[in-house]
């Protein structure tokens, strides 16, 4: 039986787990509805073959990439050798001298196995061997090619017609396969898979370390910075994290909150990048302070979004991103699941609000909800305009002297575990009720405003386009959304209508990881697991040990 020939488009070797995007290939001579527009797909998301491996790093493109098979040939004599870029065989020494005599003599250069487009770009032609896929590839790129010997991808006279036909059949002739789910894809919905693995494999090659993540979260983190070429050190010392990162010339990914001041003064003085690592904005279904590993973090090269004093990758998507129609429909598509759904942060389910608190709906008109926060948290330190919790329900009772108040107080805070605590009696001087225990997404479903220091809440409240009141600075203040009373940065130029944030917010912005399948995946995946039930914590047996803590603390207290 004649195995069945590697798929033109295909996924990265993620360790451990099937991530194939295609199954099978159908017989017969299948033909591409529009080969000319997934030709410009795949060229724009620079995908097929293996475009996981190293850059080819040129001065400057090559006019002509060889791709030989054998040593005889390396006799090839292309236009422009001396501006030649020749893809060998990975070793054997016979090649190595060979190669080197060659660049010696005549000029160019060679590379072992290299990303095809970093080779292809510029180029005006390839030479290779007919089962090559590198000329599928140069013809998807609009690049000439020379075939040398008849196979899959074409044969010696072959005209450009013949070799553009032979690269779409392979791809027509393609049974595409949703790795999430083992069901049928579509080419265009693999396409945009590959183009959202070939980003992270990107970003991810530039790093080389992490430094200042909680044990229980490295092998999620492991697997968001996965790069089939290296292996991501994370180390508890600085010192350590810094000097394998100067040593490759790479980056070092942290989390703000558990690194010192010191190691972000070394990495300045050392000249080492360091990228900040945090909760993504739909995490997990469950606390982090109750160990929880998250299904989204968000990795920002720039800054961090909830550090207003500095600009930050997503302030610049919100600024200049160019959104689609295609992506601002998948925004809106995502904000109506995460509604249906009742998703949260931390949650999933529209659980019914108590029957204490639903005797209180709509008696007094305008109902408000303030969520409290974790008051030594980095987002209130540094955009929270140092109002406390109780602070912050003194001035909703002034601006809102007629309307009913409910407190939430934050989950870690309630549980003992962080700062930030409000005294039932003190809240009550101000906010009507107290709520505690119900779903966000039920609150907020009931609620007609929501008045915020920096808390996520008022961005999931603007999902349900509820009035957002901002007395911090959080990351959606300051785009025409909301009300806001904080100081907003005069970076932040641009009117957003709500699809556009999302756009920026859930689907460019954040990582996701798959809980089922352990695969980085786009934002409707992940939702779509927590509105089923099956974000799983692999971690649950630590949880009641982590609320007895709690208790234990608070007691203390």
Excluded at 13 to 36: E, H, R
Aim: hydrophobic share 45%; with cysteine; aromatic share 6%.
């Amino acid at each position: 039986m004649t195995p069945f020939p590697l798929p033109l488009l295909r996924a990265p070797p993620f360790p451990g787990i099937d991530a194939a995007v295609s199954c099978t290939a159908t017989s017969g001579d299948k033909v591409l509805a529009d080969s000319s527009t997934i030709f410009s797909l795949i060229r724009e998301a620079r995908v097929g073959g293996c475009f996981w491996s190293a850059p080819a790093r040129l001065m400057q493109s090559a006019h002509t990439v060889l791709r030989p098979r054998f040593i005889k040939d390396l006799d090839v004599h292309p236009v422009g050798r001396a501006n030649a870029l020749w893809i060998a065989p990975s070793g054997g020494r016979d090649w190595v001298q060979a190669l080197n005599r060659l660049v010696a003599d005549d000029g160019g250069a060679w590379r072992e196995d290299v990303d095809p487009w970093s080779a292809l770009d510029g180029a005006q032609l390839l030479v290779a061997h007919g089962d090559d896929e590198w000329i599928a590839l140069a013809r998807i790129a609009g690049v000439a090619v020379r075939v040398l010997s008849p196979g899959r991808f074409g044969a010696p006279e072959d005209d450009e017609a013949t070799l553009d036909h032979l690269a779409a059949n392979s791809l027509a002739a393609t049974q595409w396969r949703d790795p999430f789910t083992g069901e049928a894809a579509t080419l265009e919905t693999t396409i945009e898979l590959l183009t959202t693995w070939r980003k992270i494999l990107q970003e991810n090659r530039r790093i080389a370390a992490a430094c200042g993540i909680a044990w229980w979260k490295r092998a999620e983190i492991r697997r968001f910075l996965w790069h089939p070429q290296r292996s991501l050190r994370i180390v508890s010392s600085s010192a350590r994290a810094l000097a394998i990162a100067r040593k490759t010339g790479s980056a070092v990914a942290i989390w703000p909150s558990r690194v010192s001041s010191t190691l972000i003064k070394d990495a300045q003085t050392q000249g080492v990048p360091l990228w900040r690592v945090e909760d993504g904005f739909v995490r997990s279904v469950g606390l982090g302070v109750e160990l929880v590993p998250p299904s989204s973090i968000i990795i920002d090269s720039i800054g961090i979004h909830f550090d207003p004093s500095r600009p930050s990758e997503l302030e610049a998507l919100l600024n200049e991103a160019e959104l689609s129609p295609r992506l601002l429909e998948r925004a809106r598509a995502l904000r109506e699941t995460i509604i249906t759904a009742g998703i949260s942060k931390y949650a999933a389910g529209r659980a019914a609000l108590a029957p204490r608190q639903s005797q209180a709906l709509r008696t007094k008109g305008r109902l408000v909800l303030v969520p409290g926060q974790v008051e030594d948290d980095l987002s209130v330190r540094l955009g929270g305009s140092s109002i406390s919790n109780l602070e912050l329900l003194r001035r909703v009772r002034a601006l809102e002297p007629n309307a009913e108040i409910w407190f939430r107080p934050h989950p870690d805070v309630d549980a003992g575990l962080r700062k930030g605590a409000v005294a039932d009696n003190e809240a009550l001087t101000h906010a009507n009720r107290i709520v505690r225990g119900d779903s966000m997404a039920a609150l907020l479903d009931t609620v007609d405003a929501v008045h915020v220091l920096t808390s996520l809440t008022g961005f999931e409240a603007l999902l349900r386009e509820r009035e957002v009141i901002c007395h911090g600075t959080p990351f959606y203040a300051g785009w025409g959304l909301t009300r806001d009373l904080g100081e907003v940065p005069q970076r932040r130029k641009r009117v957003l209508t709500l699809d556009e944030l999302v756009a920026a917010a859930l689907i460019l912005y954040p990582r996701y990881l798959d809980p089922v399948t352990g695969l980085p995946c786009p934002p409707e995946v992940l939702v779509s697991r927590m509105a089923a039930a099956r974000a799983s914590n692999r971690l649950q047996w630590l949880s009641p040990l982590r609320r007895w803590q709690g208790r234990l603390m608070a007691a203390l207290r």
